[in-house]
């Protein structure tokens, strides 16, 4: 920026490194008459300052002119707000926008933090009427009367973790959530969530008793503190606000326990253990566990693209109901690691260089070359989406170490994960909108996307049909091949032959065309529409050809084939329609099995972790019990654990872990003769962790079982080519 | 996973690592390639290079033969040839002779010798083999076959098989003159007179043809035409499997080549003795919080956005602050008026007292990782002293005694027991206290090690309670001679090594006479005792340390002190139900220590959960309540156990009265 004027209050008396902090910091814009710089709703995390030129700032009150030199925006102070008004170029204008954490820092070192912490003050308190304002509290008290509410009122800030009150404490203020969730369990493990507009622990700060419940906040929380007094006035004089508030919590609270009711039996997590994360999520990235094959090419390809990778297949495994096209369905997610783009991000304030920014969509960008390496983002961020690497060389930046986070694939087509699921299992949802439970837990209060960055629901496909027109083509080419068993007419060999090596071709080059469509978008640097489906339609089309190269093959060859390269040749072929066909079958049967048997997602680097704990569990457990329980550990538990074919017996039981245990536990009781289970009391946990060392081992088998035959089927198929070469131009001669 | 609210801010940022998803494909491609290639190459072997250009190998009868024997670059056809080695062979049937005067057939027609050529030999020991394009099968003769042919001679009959016929006959029409020749029963044709009638054939060698010619079609009706695939399926299958076998070993050895390879740059450690402080360059300092998280011992702190050495005592002076900064705002420099701490030599031995070694923290350095070097070089020189001293040493009860159960102390007792010297360690309190003192998921070791240099017990970026748990199964498993709760009282020298006198948990006194002795005592000190009278009876119930709340639930206990190690044990206590907790404290309200445990117990204070007892000076303590006088007026309170945490006395007075010399200002935690 060649013209800067640090003519603006905030920004005159800085010194040469704060100015070179601000100029890395800032992000010009120029602005043609008319245009809007925001409007009111888009996530609010700058600063803007006028260069040249003006702003009209209108709001439903008024509008206002901001001139040259001036500033405006502030309404970013207050962390989690959203733009209240709109900002209208009157001319052409010239403008540039930093980062508030990173203009903080800088008018903190130059000594002058002074200046921004009375605007801040009034932004906070503007931005919590505005907050408060939406919601049916604010809507029924009115905004003057809010407004005068707020500013009497202290503000708590609360970060994630921290307990707000906990039972039996006396209740000396109710507390109005302005920004955050709050997860409030009484003394019968009910939990309630509350959210932005709700009130909480009314009823014990009204009759000076003590909380009955403990308050935590799930993420960094705002607050706003109603003493009793103040409590008191605003019942007398506002009686219907307050009463409003009380009817919508208690409608959303049953509502709540209505959803948990509803999946109190299952085993696996349930949305309401991560109703932080779906929450706050704007785009969040999941993997349907049912179709997932394990086969890691989203992260492949994500490493591929970026150098480092932004994704990680581990995380917490969730049954939820997904908005897909017209209907409902329940499916077994695992929510990965990589970047979700929250609404009110954790890492944005943190970093000191401004380097993490917003667009309107409200994703969430790092530049690298402001990053500094420093890690506050990284730690700050709940999921470990954000990961430190080394700085790749040749880029601008100086540190060694930078930042990395999904950042939604911008400049390619579409996210490079999704289009390299053979299956089409991963995919990026708005929980707000596409998640029932949390639409019907959190409610309405959390705006949906108001711009969607990323296509409905999972990719959805057919599988019945394509299987159908296999099994339709193979009896015609069947037939074809009974009628020359013998294969001696040359006419009919060749013509067979021919066929078969276009269809082998065809099915080598499988490895080259799946990556066309990635090569063709990288060469021409095209930003074409998102979410092409990409590798699924490739690997049906191969087992597609893969069935009809085998009928082919079988009408040319028949079934004798002479010695030498052409029977070796055939053997090849049959091994590698047999690998590939049981490969097919195990990505149709393998992965719902497996998911059962999941607790959460994780990665077979982690299985010989989770083994030693489990050792330690069983072994550690087993130690401390009396001898009656030893006894039944030797006879029954350990052999059931080291049974070598065990897992096998799970897998095609088809049993969930809970089925299992249960099985055992019978079995144990039958084995006592039905006697009093009072005095087995701590075997529940043994049956637990035996169930769960047989679980692991036959996680590891189905694993196996879906990732060995590739690269069989691999090596197999470069040693065909090899061969159909010498087959070719030894019949050819 | 529980339903607890998700944890806390991390300490350290994650870094980036390939997950199995990503380094699981590489190398695939070439390993497939390599094990192809070795595939192929095998073939070759088996059927030779010019198989490869061959429609099928050749069987017994030509089997020797070179490609020039029959094709030799002419026009005509290699199937001419024939005639030269084995004549011309004219048809018995007119019609054949007509079409091979025409050129229409010929002996390739019914022969092929490439694809089919088949036969059976008799062979001069009695075998009968049937053999054909790439396979031979011997064959059991049946028991009602004519009669032998001579034993002495080997035959051989060719067989031609039905297919060749079939090229131009049918063998379903009846009026075909061929169709009798071609019968179902066999793959070959049965007819044998082809060349010659039988009657001919009298004239030569009569009764050995025909008997072979018996045989032959005895041996053709059951023979089936596909032995050939299965004679060969056994060798194909094996250069299949050698392929893959090659390409699964290309790729192991293509992943352990990749795991050798290392990255990582370990830090010079400073040498012993010196101090340092960090300096921060409040101009450049960006205030991310990276060194405050960084420091083990909490002296850093972030005001107004920069960085403040705010607790310059509790500064290890060589810690992992400086290479967390991101811009080299933060550097560790030389305090100058810090003096050395003992002089030790290269092996860490003390140069006043030979046999005597320091190990870990004492020596005045840091970082977790120097001190599990140190034990391991400190132990490894004990051991040549120990052979050194010889058979003088022997009259010794012990090679060598270790003094503490940090890293440094872990890492010299594995390494003695590895070198099979008889040691002990006695630790005055828990397996690593001092690392179990970290604030809570502290991490622990920051950069990796070379990977060729393995030490036991090291572990890399792990959470503190990790890194406890694990030593504590290691020293399980290999168990160490580990004494916990032994409290070292002296280490005097003696006649050819040093007498070491100490007391076992519950009182118990311990004294050994030691070849070598390794003080790998840390820093942090002894717990001070309180001067108050000590019962007997109440000995068991005394505790400086406490190691598991849990065990406490629904006892009543009394704390006494009021810094940071007392507030948390009370913190913990009363967390625990059903525990009374009184705190007895000296002072007339909070003194020092963390704003988090202040706040924390003075909440609990104000619920009535905890007994907050302020100005209380402890008098003396039974086996069933503690007297103290609280302002002037003596009290009881009535428990069953009695936590003191006074504050710890430095380390450097047991290094004194060990003989060494005046020891560095000892840095209090």
């Not at chain 1, 932080?276 to 394990?294: F, K, P, Y």
């Not at chain 2, 994650?14 to 095998?42: E, M």
Request: proline share 5%; glycine share 8%.
């Amino acid at each position: 920026m060649a013209e800067h004027p640090f003519a603006s209050p905030l920004l005159s008396g800085l010194d040469a490194q704060g100015r070179a902090a601000l100029r890395a910091a800032a992000r010009p814009r120029q602005l043609a008459d008319g245009a809007a710089a925001f409007a009111p709703g888009d996530p609010a995390d700058t600063l803007w300052f006028v260069v040249e030129g003006s702003i009209l700032l209108e709001t439903p009150r008024g509008s206002r002119e901001i001139g040259e030199s001036g500033h405006f925006g502030s309404e970013a102070l207050a962390r989690g707000a959203s733009r209240a008004a709109r900002a209208l170029s009157r001319g052409e204008s010239s403008l540039f926008e930093v980062p508030v954490a990173a203009l903080e820092r800088i008018l903190a070192h130059a000594g002058r933090a002074a200046l921004l912490v009375r605007e801040g003050d009034l932004a906070r308190r503007r931005a919590y009427v505005a907050e408060l304002f939406a919601t049916p509290f604010g809507q029924a008290l009115g905004e003057r009367p809010l407004e005068a509410l707020v500013a009497r009122l202290r503000e708590e800030s609360w970060s994630r973790g921290q307990r707000l009150f906990e039972a039996a404490e006396p209740a000396e203020r109710a507390l109005i959530v302005v920004s955050g969730l709050v997860k409030v369990v009484s003394s019968g493990d009910k939990a309630g969530f509350f959210a932005r507009g709700d009130l909480v622990g009314l009823e014990a700060t009204r009759a000076a008793r003590s909380y009955d419940a403990t308050a935590t906040a799930l993420g960094d929380a705002v607050v706003l503190a109603l003493p009793r007094a103040v409590l008191r006035e605003l019942s007398l004089r506002h009686p219907e606000a307050v009463a409003r508030a009380e009817r919508s919590v208690r409608a959303r609270l049953e509502k709540q326990a209505r959803v948990e009711e509803l999946y109190a039996g299952r085993a696996t997590r349930h949305a309401v253990h991560e109703l932080e994360r779906l929450s706050s999520a704007r785009s969040l990235l999941a993997i349907e566990l049912d179709a997932c094959v394990r086969c890691g090419e989203c992260a492949r390809a994500c490493a591929e693209t970026h150098g480092t990778p932004r994704l990680t297949r581990r995380g917490e495994k969730v049954v939820l109901r997904v908005v897909d096209g017209g209907g409902l369905a329940a499916r077994a997610l695992l929510l990965a690691e990589a970047c979700q783009h929250c609404r009110d991000p954790a890492c944005l304030p943190e970093c000191p260089t401004g380097a993490i920014t917003r667009d309107a969509s409200g994703a969430v960008a790092l530049d690298e070359a402001l990053c500094t390496g420093c890690g506050a983002c990284a730690k700050a961020c709940p999921w470990d989406a954000i990961r430190l690497a080394p700085r790749a060389p040749g880029g601008a930046g100086a540190s060694e170490l930078v930042a990395h986070k999904c950042d939604l694939c911008r400049g390619r087509s579409g996210p490079e994960c999704v289009s390299a699921c053979p299956t089409g299992a991963i995919f990026r949802a708005d929980p707000a909108r596409d998640l029932v439970e949390v639409r019907s837990l959190v409610g309405a209060l959390e705006r949906a996307n108001p711009k969607p960055d990323a296509p409905r629901g999972p990719a959805r496909r057919s599988q019945a049909l394509r299987w159908l027109f296999c099994a339709a083509l193979v009896p015609p080419l069947l037939a074809l091949s009974r009628s020359a068993s013998d294969a001696t007419d040359a006419l009919h060999a060749l013509a067979t032959g021919v066929v078969a090596g276009v269809l082998a071709l065809a099915l080598l080059s499988h490895g080259v065309l799946k990556r066309l469509p990635r090569l063709r978008a990288r060469l021409s640097g095209r930003t074409g529409e998102r979410g092409k489906r990409g590798l699924a339609r490739f690997v049906s089309a191969h087992a597609l050809l893969g069935v009809s190269a085998a009928a082919v093959v079988l009408a040319h060859a028949g079934h004798h084939a002479t010695h030498g390269v052409a029977s070796l040749l055939s053997l090849v072929f049959w091994l590698l329609a047999a690998s590939g066909g049981l490969g097919a079958l195990s990505y149709r049967l393998v992965p719902r099995r497996l998911t059962r048997l999941e607790r959460r997602g994780t990665l077979p680097e982690d299985h010989a972790l989770e083994r030693e704990e489990l050792e330690q569990r069983l072994y550690g457990r087993l130690s401390e019990q009396e001898r009656t329980v030893k006894e039944l550990a030797r006879t029954v538990l350990l052999p059931y654990v080291s049974a070598l074919l065990g897992p096998v017996w799970l897998v095609l039981s088809g049993r969930t872990p809970a089925a299992e245990e249960a099985a055992l536990a019978c079995r144990i009781e039958r084995l006592l003769g039905g006697r009093s289970s009072a005095r087995l009391a701590g075997s529940d946990a043994l049956v637990r962790a035996a169930v769960a060392f047989r679980v692991l081992a036959a996680r590891r088998l189905l694993e196996r079982a879906l990732a060995l035959w590739p690269p069989l089927h691999l090596a197999l198929s470069v040693l065909f080519a090899l061969l159909l070469a010498a087959h070719v131009v030894g019949v050819s001669r | 996973m529980t339903a607890a609210p998700p944890s806390e801010r991390r300490r350290r940022p994650r870094l980036a690592a390939d997950s199995s998803d990503i380094t699981r494909r590489r190398g695939w491609l070439a390993a497939a390639s390599l094990g192809a290639t070795a595939g192929f190459l095998l073939l070759v072997l088996r059927d030779g290079p010019r198989s490869l250009g061959a429609p099928g190998p050749l069987a017994r009868p030509h089997a020797a033969l070179g490609c020039a024997s029959c094709h030799d670059g002419s026009q005509a056809s290699a199937g001419d040839r024939c005639v030269s080695c084995h004549g011309n062979h004219s048809s018995t049937r007119a019609a054949h002779q007509r079409l091979a005067e025409n050129g229409e057939l010929g002996c390739a027609t019914c022969h092929a010798v490439h694809r089919s050529e088949d036969g059976v030999a008799f062979d001069a020991n009695g075998e009968v083999t049937l053999y054909g394009s790439g396979f031979e099968r011997v064959m059991v003769a049946p028991p009602t076959s004519p009669a032998r042919p001579d034993a002495s001679r080997k035959v051989l009959v060719p067989l031609v098989r039905s297919a060749a016929c079939t090229r131009c006959h049918e063998a379903a029409n009846d009026r075909d003159p061929a169709a009798h020749c071609v019968s179902g029963e066999s793959a070959f044709s049965l007819c044998f007179d082809e060349h010659r009638l039988p009657a001919q054939a009298s004239a030569r060698a009569p009764a050995l043809r025909d008997a072979a010619i018996e045989r032959a079609r005895t041996v053709a009706r059951g023979a089936r035409a596909d032995a050939g695939a299965v004679a060969s399926f056994g060798s194909d299958a094996a250069v299949v499997a050698a392929g893959l076998g090659v390409a699964g070993l290309a790729l192991a050895l293509d992943r352990r080549r990749r795991r050798a390879v290392l990255r990582a740059v370990v830090p010079v450690p400073p040498p012993p003795g010196t101090r340092r402080l960090p300096v921060i360059d409040a101009a450049t300092c960006l205030g991310c919080q990276a060194c405050v998280d960084a420091c083990p011992y909490d002296a850093l702190v972030v005001k107004r956005y920069v960085a403040v050495l705010e607790r310059p005592d509790a500064c290890c002076g060589a810690g992992p602050c400086q290479s967390s900064c991101p811009n080299g705002s933060l550097k560790l420099v030389t305090d100058g008026a810090a003096a050395a701490g003992p002089r030790l030599s290269e092996t860490l031995e003390s140069e006043a007292r030979p046999g005597l070694f320091l190990a870990g923290d004492v020596t005045g350095g840091s970082l977790v990782r120097n001190a599990l070097r140190q034990g391991v070089r400190a132990a490894h020189a004990a051991a040549a002293r120990v052979a050194g001293v010889g058979a003088r040493g022997d009259a010794n009860e012990l090679d060598l005694v270790i003094v503490g159960a940090g890293p440094a102390g872990l890492a010299a007792a594995l390494t003695a027991q590895a070198l099979g010297l008889r040691s002990v360690v006695l630790e005055q309190g828990r397996l690593a206290e001092s690392i179990h003192s970290f604030s809570r998921q502290k991490l622990v070791l920051d950069a990796p090690l070379p990977t060729d240099e393995k030490l036991p017990l090291f572990i890399g970026d792990v959470h503190k309670e990790e890194l406890v748990q694990r030593w504590q199964r290691t020293v399980r498993a290999a168990r160490l001679p580990l004494r916990e709760g032994a409290r070292v009282l002296e280490v005097a020298p003696a006649a050819h090594g040093f007498h070491v006198r100490a007391e076992l948990a519950g009182g118990v006194p311990f004294e050994a006479l030691a070849t070598a002795v390794i003080l790998a005592i840390g820093t942090r000190g002894t717990p001070r005792a309180l001067a108050a009278t000590l019962d007997e009876a109440a000995r068991p119930h005394l505790h400086y340390e406490l190691s598991d709340a849990r065990s406490f639930a629904g006892r009543s206990v009394v704390v006494v002190g009021l810094g940071d190690v007392a507030m948390e044990s009370a913190l913990a206590l009363a967390a625990q139900p059903g525990t009374e907790v009184t705190v007895l404290a000296r002072g007339a309200g909070f003194l020092r220590g963390r704003k988090r445990n202040i706040d924390g117990l003075a909440a609990l204070a104000a619920r009535g959960r905890v007994r907050l007892v302020f100005e209380a000076e402890v008098v003396r303590i039974g086996p069933r309540a503690v007297e103290a006088r609280v302002a002037g007026v003596g009290r009881s309170f009535p428990c069953e156990a009695v936590f003191v945490h006074v504050g710890r006395v430095p380390s450097h007075e047991l290094l004194a009265r060990a003989g060494l010399a005046e020891p560095a200002r000892v840095a209090r935690k």
